[in-house]
């Protein structure tokens, strides 16, 4: 069982190792945030990838070039084992419209700071509609 301060301290860790996994696409980057037997949804509504072979090519099959997005976040809440972060993703590009969307992440970390459970759920941001 997580304290507060030990939850916090562990997502944050977390957080920091999904980002830099988002942007090397780091295998070994990708596979240590995840239990062997995890459930990663890139979407609310949308079928796990459960285990690490789909979660690495879920996410290698849908990755993000490094340089090409930004990422803020902040701890949002923490209660037990379960994390949610807030985030705000942003691709500017020269080629095309800018994308912005507004994440909430929510974590199920295990015992040892890997996630069992990870869901994004995300919009696109009104800000970066009406900056269209």
């Known amino acids: 069982m997580w304290d507060r301060e030990a939850a916090a301290a562990a997502a944050e860790d977390w957080i920091?190792?999904?980002v830099r996994a988002w942007e090397t696409n780091d295998p070994g980057d990708i596979l240590s945030l995840f239990t062997p037997?995890?459930?990663y949804r890139d979407g609310p509504s949308t079928a796990p990838w459960i285990g690490h072979d789909a979660i690495l090519t879920g996410w290698?099959?849908?990755k993000d070039d490094p340089g090409t997005?930004?990422?803020e976040h902040e701890l949002t809440a923490?209660?037990?084992d379960i994390a949610i972060i807030r985030g705000r993703t942003s691709?500017?590009?020269a080629t095309t419209?800018?994308?912005?969307?507004d994440n909430l992440m929510v974590i199920r970390l295990a015992d040892d700071g890997r996630?069992?459970?990870f869901t994004d759920w995300y919009v696109t941001s009104d800000a970066a509609e009406t900056a269209e």
């Not at 419209?97 to 969307?101: D, E, F, G, L």
């Open 37 to 39: 037997d995890a459930e």
């Open 91 to 93: 691709y500017p590009s």
């Open 78 to 80: 923490v209660d037990g």
């Open 69 to 71: 997005w930004s990422f």
């Open 97 to 101: 419209k800018s994308r912005q969307y």
């Open 60 to 62: 290698l099959g849908q």
């Open 16 to 18: 920091s190792r999904y």
């Open 115 to 117: 996630a069992r459970s």
